[in-house]
């Protein structure tokens, strides 16, 4: 019996891009995640004093309930779009990619709003102070995603899809995930349980 | 030919050091960048961690000429603020010191040492991201040189007295500063975590990863765990200084502002600096007697331990009672803990000197000497931290937690001594000077147990908790013996920084870096 001798496979190793962009959503996870327990902390803190903490009906579940619905459906979105750019389908890239940094506009828009209808001054007390600082990083961190998305948008019409851009697409999604998931907190703790 | 990730790393290094001209090309020579222009466009690991290297080196002069001053100070046992003429001026300089040799010497010193020596260690042409490397660079020194500048100007991190409207812009300037600091480090450590992960060569394990670059993976963990919860607190200080006057969560007494940031330069925190020791020290002992370890898995699992033990967030006791978090079982455990993998190390580096040749010339060698140096003060450190932790000896609040700082600090300048002398060729092209290097080491050693030894004393001594030393006037002596070892230290970074800079013998940018 006649053997054929084959090349050798190609080692398979991590996605340099996607490994990097891990590490470095961990760590802003990790950042994000110690903000709000110093939130938690420090509302914890004050309701075993008797102290009141946002005062009754200042701080609305509708809107905070819109913002998590619009970022469930940018997760969809964004794995819309890593998925087109795995299929190096251009053109529903595009569209996903859009869609997502329309509904990140929506989120911020709708932050503005709270931050109308709240009208918490930032040295009101530790409530208001740590209000602004939560919701103000996560704003900061959506930013910062909505950048990463837009950055790889603008790559996909300058060029082909190629391996770097769909791990680029891939990394910036794993960012956006992470960015829902802090929302996800940022829902539960500041707006649900005030 | 199949174009692996290293391939592409290197591709890309080859296109952003400035042209697509291969090596030896004619055309490369003409495309090449100035040399002025070099430091900012550079796209060799090599040269990045050589920038580091010497930048840090610098700055550890500076910083320990800080030391010295407030050493001098603390002398002078009536009232040593006087020297820097006055209370809050004293507390700045105190705060610089520290943080000055976390964020702006020891960590970016065993970083830059990483850049340049990982790449070759796994197998990689380059690092994973050469560019965010060159931005990690720029952006540390431009957030250092934002510290320094701010505090010189009555910024820093809080006021005795209360913060006044001058202090408070000054400050936002210093927050800033450590914020772009801390998150140019985190770049870094997130482009060397990758390079070890994505980059290394085909067949090679984690497990068979080099001690070196393994430890440098475990501090990049840490680093990444704990850095981040200081970035937090950065943000929540900020918001509080920019609505004054200020809530500081209801806290009375001053400086607030330090005190939600101190837990970075303490235990189990401040371990993080020394991670990457354990990888230079076992190396550097295996290089010097020319043995390779046994038992390569023990040293994985040791490092992979103390980094562990080193990470540190959970710790900060500002929003809570300290008494809670610091009289708690983890905190005692952790503690007591971090001495077991030091242990550990030191028995395994035995093993080493006893497989290996063991020659008056081996024995004495500088890299050998460093590494048993820095492991015998960061073993000192831990120690210290482990009494430190024991209720009954009451010593949390005391000079005992700057012995644990000053050991760790020293075996880190100590372990970026070491890897000058081993690494040179990668490191500072030119070998480092055997008088610079055995000088260096000597001050370095010297210096550093003496602080270490005079902190812990002075922490018996105390009567009452005293972080500052303020009260230590019955304990002469040792205040005298911790000057001197600050002027050994400071003697010694000064030795290393000239036996790196004459090391350079080929300018910085000629050949494009031997990694």
């Known amino acids: ?194 | 030919m199949t174009l692996t990730e290293p391939a592409i790393a290197e591709s890309e290094a080859a296109s952003g050091a400035g042209g697509a001209a291969g090596p030896g090309s004619s055309d490369e020579a003409a495309a090449a960048p100035s040399i002025l222009a070099q430091p900012f466009v550079t796209s060799d690991a090599s040269e990045v961690g050589r920038l580091f290297v010497l930048t840090s080196l610098l700055l550890a002069v500076g910083t320990s000429v800080v030391g010295v001053l407030l050493s001098l100070g603390r002398t002078e046992a009536a009232a040593p603020w006087e020297l820097f003429g006055g209370f809050n001026a004293y507390f700045r300089m105190w705060t610089l010191y520290r943080m000055s040799f976390m964020l702006l010497v020891v960590m970016p010193l065993l970083l830059g040492v990483a850049l340049a020596v990982v790449p070759s260690q796994v197998g990689a042409g380059n690092v994973a991201f050469p560019r965010a490397a060159l931005a990690s660079f720029w952006s540390w020194l431009i957030g250092a040189v934002v510290i320094v500048v701010s505090v010189l100007a009555g910024g820093g991190w809080g006021a005795i007295d209360g913060v006044t409207g001058n202090e408070s812009d000054a400050m936002a300037l210093t927050l800033l500063g450590t914020g772009m600091v801390i998150a140019a480090l985190l770049l870094g450590a997130v482009t060397v975590a990758t390079t070890v992960i994505s980059l290394r060569q085909t067949g090679m394990s984690l497990l068979d990863v080099p001690p070196f670059s393994w430890s440098m993976l475990v501090a990049a963990a840490a680093w990444l765990f704990t850095l981040p919860v200081a970035v937090a607190n950065l943000v929540v200080i900020y918001a509080d200084l920019r609505g004054r006057p200020a809530i500081a969560f209801g806290r009375a007494e001053s400086p607030d502002i330090w005190l939600q940031l101190d837990w970075l330069v303490e235990q189990p925190a401040v371990y993080i600096m020394a991670v990457p020791v354990l990888g230079i020290a076992v190396e550097a002992v295996g290089a010097a007697v020319g043995a390779r370890s046994s038992r390569p898995e023990a040293i994985t699992v040791i490092v992979g331990l103390f980094g562990l033990l080193a990470v540190g967030g959970w710790s900060q006791d500002y929003f809570t009672a300290p008494q809670d978090l610091r009289d708690g079982l983890v905190y005692v455990a952790f503690g007591l803990a971090a001495v077991v993998p030091l242990a550990a190390l030191a028995g395994g580096a035995a093993e080493l000197v006893l497989r290996g040749a063991r020659t008056r010339d081996r024995l004495l060698d500088t890299r050998m000497l460093g590494a048993g140096a820095a492991m015998k003060l960061l073993g000192a450190a831990a120690l210290a931290g482990a009494l430190r932790v024991i209720e009954p000896l009451d010593l949390l609040e005391t000079t005992a937690t700057w012995a644990v700082f000053h050991g760790v600090v020293a075996a880190g300048l100590l372990a970026g001594v070491v890897a000058l002398r081993n690494w040179s060729d990668v490191l500072l092209i030119g070998p480092l000077p055997a008088a610079a290097g055995r000088g260096a080491v000597a001050l370095l050693a010297g210096g550093g147990g003496l602080l270490v030894l005079s902190d812990l004393i002075s922490a018996f001594l105390a009567d009452a908790p005293d972080l500052m030393a303020l009260a230590l006037d019955g304990s002469a002596v040792l205040n005298v013996a911790a000057f001197v070892g600050s002027v050994l230290v400071a003697a010694g970074a000064a030795a290393a920084a000239l036996g790196a800079v004459s090391a350079l013998r080929t300018p910085l940018v000629a050949g494009g870096g031997a990694t």
């Open chain 1, 1 to 194: 019996m006649r053997t054929t001798a084959l090349p050798a496979a190609e080692a398979t190793r991590p996605r340099t891009v996607v490994v990097g962009a891990l590490l470095a959503t961990g760590a802003v996870f990790t950042a994000f995640a110690a903000l709000v327990a110093v939130y938690v902390q420090q509302r914890q803190l004050a309701r075993a004093t008797g102290q009141e903490w946002f005062p009754e009906g200042s701080v609305e579940l509708g809107p905070a309930g819109m913002m998590m619905m619009t970022l469930v459906l940018s997760m969809v979105t964004v794995q819309w779009a890593v998925q087109a750019a795995r299929d190096e389908d251009r053109p529903h890239g595009f569209i996903a990619l859009g869609v997502t940094l329309m509904f990140g506009a929506a989120v911020i828009n709708q932050f503005w709003f709270v931050y109308t209808d709240t009208a918490f001054a930032i040295d009101g007390g530790r409530a208001e102070l740590l209000f602004y600082a939560v919701t103000g990083s996560f704003i900061a961190m959506l930013i910062g995603g909505m950048a990463m998305l837009a950055v790889t948008t603008i790559r996909s019409l300058m060029g082909p899809f190629g391996r770097d851009l769909a791990h680029g697409v891939q990394a910036a999604g794993a960012y956006w995930h992470m960015c829902v998931l802090c929302y996800f907190l940022v829902w539960y703790v500041v707006f649900v349980t005030k």
